[in-house]
Structures are given as C-alpha cells and as structure tokens.
C-alpha cells in the first residue's frame, strides 16, 4: 500500500493530526466498545433485572450498545463505578508497539479511550480532556498533545459514556 505523499508531508511539518480509538487499546487487552458494555451491564445485574436479557441483545445484534444504555440511564452512577473497575484492572497494561510508533508520526493525538496507555507512552504529551475548558481553548498552542475528547479515567464521573452525556 502506498502513502500519499500529501500525508507524509503533512507528518514530516508535524501538521498531521491522528484519531485514533478502541481498537488501538484492544492490542493491549482493554475491550471494545462491545465489550465494555457488556461487562458494565454484568456488573449491574444487582440493579437491573433485564440486564442478561441485554447482554443477550447486543451480542446477537439486536440491540447497540447506545441502544442499551439509553435504557439503563437511571444507573449511571453505578455503570460508572463499574467502567471505572473494568479499565483500571488494565493499568499494569504496557503500551503496544501500535502506541509506540505513533509519537514519531504525529506529535498530536486525538482519543475516545478513557485508558492511559498513550500518556505512559508519552508523558512529555500534555494530556487535555474535553472537561477542561481552559486546556481545550489553548490546543493549537500545545506542540505536543493528548486530547482525550471522551475523559479520562482519571475522572470516571466525567467520562462520556451514556448517549445522555
């Protein structure tokens, strides 16, 4: 597969700008949105007696994890509690090979994972969630940066995780 040559000189100006998900933690075993959902919804079992039947639904592809989670929005607080058990039981995780080549592409990362897979890969990367205003309004100024657009698990409470947030 060829690079385009627009794109590797926008990464050789540094004025190159990666997205990148889910997909880039599950190297490290972190799960997928699927799976995350999954395992929020088994930890509420306590609260909500149709969570098997969910659990059901999304993996049979009836119902979407947004879907699911509209319908337990009443148990955020416990959901988030859950999230924030299920992504910190990877904090021994090591950044995959995938994180590590990354800074030397881009000194500008844009992320939906809540883990800190990037920033132990990078900590000279100033890390920016979207809850701070301050930070976000200074993002061009940052030559290097982690721009965490769902939280951070540093602050489970403000993680975007329900459709309602």
Do not use: Q
């Given at each position: 597969m060829m690079i385009p040559s627009n794109l590797i000189t926008k990464a050789q100006n540094?004025?190159?700008?990666?997205?990148?998900?889910?997909?880039l933690s599950m190297n490290c075993g972190l799960p997928n949105w699927n799976n995350l959902t999954i395992e929020i919804l088994e930890g509420l079992r306590d609260y909500n007696d149709k969570c098997d039947?969910?659990?059901s639904a999304i993996k049979d592809d009836i119902l979407s994890p947004v879907e699911v989670?509209?319908?337990?929005?009443?148990?955020?607080?416990h959901a988030i509690e859950i999230l924030d058990k299920v992504i910190r039981s990877h904090d021994e995780k090591k950044p995959s090979v995938a994180h590590q080549l990354l800074g030397g592409i881009s000194s500008k990362i844009i992320t939906t994972n809540y883990d800190n897979l990037l920033e132990k890969q990078y900590p000279d990367f100033e890390k920016i969630s979207y809850n701070n205003k301050y930070k976000v309004s200074k993002l061009s100024d940052y030559q290097k940066y982690?721009?965490?657009?769902?939280?951070?698990?540093?602050?489970?409470?403000k993680c975007i995780f329900f459709p309602s947030q």
């Open positions: 540094d004025k190159l700008v990666i997205f990148v998900g889910a997909g039947k969910y659990v989670l509209n319908k337990i929005d009443n148990l955020k607080v982690i721009f965490k657009i769902h939280g951070d698990i540093g602050e489970p409470d």
